[in-house]
């Protein structure tokens, strides 16, 4: 039975587009697997805090000589990283915000990428020592941004700093398949945008029966 850990990353609610999205794909999936496990972590409402100089000391500090502090101090961080272990499905709704992630999904990735839990590090391995520690899971991501051109060859390609920087750093959660669909044009509530709505949720049940093996591969909008 899947396990998906469901994150929100906008601070909007009812107005958010990607909300929207990233219930829908959970619901869609539940449809066909009533019986998978949802870990939801709304970071859009509830933030991580930001790292600080304490929790960097903390995080490479071995484990043993850690003090009590120290311990405190990670002790979210050790809560997101269980989370993100027990999921094999990565859900993540996520507007863009200056062209790159909101502000809390950052914190979020500061706080699950950590050596030794997440990623090991050995200079043995040359000029790449970093490796991901997890293995095999699959990434769904549902976005939503107010210009357009942002897909490969777009004319904003250069300028998309959030899913692009989502799948490098999943790469050390131990993601090996990564999705995206991706809503355009909202902030010129025109036709285009509303069109590019339609096709994004028209998407999600395709990829959620793509994702569980169902009626073989599809073809999914990503832009």
Same mark, same amino acid.
């Not at 449809?31 to 870990?39: K, R, S």
């Not at 502000?103 to 000029?127: H, N, P, Q």
């Given at each position: 039975m899947t396990t998906l850990l469901h994150i929100d990353a906008s601070p909007r609610?009812?107005?958010?587009?990607?909300?929207?999205?990233? %219930?829908?794909? /959970?619901?869609?999936?539940?449809? =066909?697997?009533? #019986?998978?496990?949802?870990?939801s972590r709304d970071v859009g409402r509830n933030p991580p805090p930001l790292i600080t100089e304490a929790w960097v000391?903390?995080?490479?500090?071995?484990?043993?000589?850690?003090?009590?502090?120290?311990?405190?101090?990670?002790?979210?961080?050790?809560?997101?990283?269980?989370?993100?272990?027990?999921? %094999?499905?990565? /859900?993540?709704?996520?507007?863009? =915000?200056?062209? #790159?992630?909101?502000?809390?999904?950052?914190?979020?990735?500061?706080?699950?990428?950590?050596?030794?839990?997440?990623?090991?590090?050995?200079?043995?391995?040359?000029?790449?020592?970093l490796e991901p520690i997890m293995r095999g899971k699959t990434l769904v991501v549902l976005s939503s941004r107010g210009e357009f051109g942002f897909g490969p060859g777009g004319v904003r390609e250069s300028m998309n700093h959030l899913e692009t920087h989502i799948f490098t750093c999943a790469h050390y959660l131990g993601v090996q398949e990564s999705h995206l669909i991706a809503v355009d044009y909202q902030e010129f509530n025109d036709e285009r945008y509303r069109r590019s709505l339609a096709d994004a949720f028209a998407a999600i049940p395709e990829l959620v029966r793509q994702c569980l093996g169902i009626d073989g591969p599809v073809s999914v909008a990503a832009e």
């Open positions: 609610g009812d107005r958010s587009v990607s909300r929207k999205l990233s %219930n829908s794909f /959970v619901e869609h999936w539940l449809t =066909h697997e009533p #019986g998978a496990t949802i870990i000391a903390a995080a490479f500090t071995a484990p043993g000589d850690r003090t009590a502090e120290q311990h405190d101090e990670l002790r979210l961080s050790d809560a997101l990283i269980d989370e993100l272990e027990r999921a %094999n499905v990565i /859900v993540i709704g996520a507007p863009m =915000h200056n062209y #790159g992630m909101p502000a809390a999904l950052k914190s979020w990735f500061d706080k699950v990428i950590r050596i030794d839990k997440t990623f090991s590090f050995d200079l043995a391995r040359g000029d790449f020592p």
